[in-house]
């Protein structure tokens, strides 16, 4: 089934490109439909995952990339919903979404490898509001790029098909900042019931675990640019730039640290 969840991005990634080029109507709505479909399979497999193991499957690296996949496709579809016009995210967030999922199959692990002091009714909560602030983080680092694509373009006078395809400069600068905006509250309470969920398992609220001090890494990371867009004025390129490199960040905090750091996380 996994592969089929695959092939429904895949040609979501290419009847959006197809619409890029033809200006169908047809095709924008089967690059929705399609990565829907993709959607729909991933939580099945979610749910299988479930099923055979007892233990919501974000207890590791291996499945918390695959939720993070699965957070950021969700995300894509809603802003192609809300945001009109804007179909053209499902064209650059789905490669994300597919490459992740492989990085999911290529790594190694077990839903049944979980310790103990991971199985309490906070620690879930804590993952899913984490998860959910990357998906949002990567929609915003995605919409950043495709304004520096739009805007360089559109500088340089390249008026081709791509320029037609993405939405106008303020729209992108727009959905990188509301995208962002909603995913900096989901990233304070992840940390927020990190820490509760640390007092349980380890006497402490912070332990400065690698992984934790990545996380107030980050958080002061997005601080910083929300304060330079409300108090300095940040757009366009500028902002766009500052999203880019705090998803940077947001990467080698959730995938970089474990391979160079030991710390009691998983993920």
Same mark, same amino acid.
């Given at each position: 089934?996994?592969?089929?969840?695959?092939?429904?991005?895949?040609?979501? *990634?290419?009847?959006?490109?197809?619409?890029? !080029?033809?200006?169908?109507?047809?095709?924008?709505?089967?690059?929705?439909? +399609?990565?829907?479909?993709?959607?729909?399979?991933?939580?099945?497999?979610?749910?299988? !995952?479930?099923?055979?193991?007892?233990?919501?499957?974000?207890?590791?690296?291996?499945?918390?990339?695959?939720?993070?996949?699965?957070?950021?496709? *969700?995300?894509?579809?809603?802003?192609?919903?809300? !945001?009109?016009?804007?179909?053209?995210?499902?064209?650059?967030?789905?490669? !994300?979404?597919?490459?992740?999922?492989?990085?999911?199959?290529?790594?190694?692990?077990?839903?049944?490898?979980?310790?103990?002091?991971?199985?309490?009714?906070?620690?879930?909560?804590?993952?899913?509001?984490?998860?959910?602030?990357?998906?949002?983080?990567?929609?915003?680092?995605?919409?950043?790029?495709?304004?520096?694509?739009?805007?360089?373009?559109?500088?340089?006078?390249?008026?081709?098909?791509?320029?037609?395809?993405?939405?106008?400069?303020?729209?992108?600068?727009?959905?990188?900042?509301?995208?962002?905006?909603?995913?900096?509250?989901?990233?304070?309470?992840?940390?927020?019931?990190?820490?509760?969920?640390?007092?349980?398992?380890?006497? +402490?609220?912070?332990?400065?675990?690698?992984?934790?001090?990545?996380?107030?890494?980050?958080?002061?990371?997005?601080?910083?640019?929300?304060?330079?867009?409300?108090?300095?004025?940040?757009?366009?390129?500028?902002?766009?730039?500052?999203?880019?490199?705090?998803?940077?960040? *947001?990467?080698?905090?959730?995938?970089?640290?474990?391979?160079?750091?030991?710390?009691?996380?998983?993920?």
């Amino acid at each position: 089934m996994i592969i089929l969840t695959i092939i429904c991005y895949i040609l979501a *990634v290419t009847m959006s490109i197809g619409y890029a !080029f033809y200006r169908d109507k047809k095709l924008e709505i089967a690059a929705l439909i +399609s990565i829907i479909l993709g959607v729909i399979l991933q939580t099945w497999l979610i749910l299988l !995952f479930y099923k055979h193991s007892d233990i919501f499957p974000i207890f590791s690296l291996k499945y918390a990339i695959f939720a993070f996949a699965w957070a950021l496709a *969700v995300g894509a579809i809603l802003v192609s919903l809300i !945001f009109k016009g804007t179909t053209s995210i499902i064209g650059f967030s789905t490669p !994300f979404v597919i490459i992740l999922i492989i990085v999911f199959m290529l790594l190694k692990g077990s839903t049944k490898e979980l310790s103990p002091i991971f199985n309490t009714d906070i620690f879930p909560v804590h993952v899913l509001f984490s998860i959910t602030s990357y998906g949002l983080f990567a929609l915003s680092f995605i919409s950043s790029i495709m304004y520096i694509l739009q805007e360089t373009w559109l500088k340089h006078k390249r008026i081709i098909w791509i320029t037609k395809w993405l939405p106008s400069l303020f729209i992108l600068d727009d959905l990188a900042y509301k995208t962002l905006t909603i995913g900096f509250p989901f990233l304070t309470l992840g940390i927020i019931t990190g820490a509760l969920w640390a007092e349980r398992a380890y006497g +402490s609220y912070w332990n400065w675990d690698p992984k934790e001090t990545w996380s107030l890494i980050i958080w002061f990371a997005y601080i910083f640019i929300l304060h330079g867009r409300i108090s300095l004025g940040w757009r366009g390129k500028k902002f766009a730039w500052a999203s880019i490199v705090c998803f940077v960040l *947001v990467l080698f905090s959730f995938i970089g640290v474990n391979f160079i750091f030991k710390g009691y996380h998983n993920f």
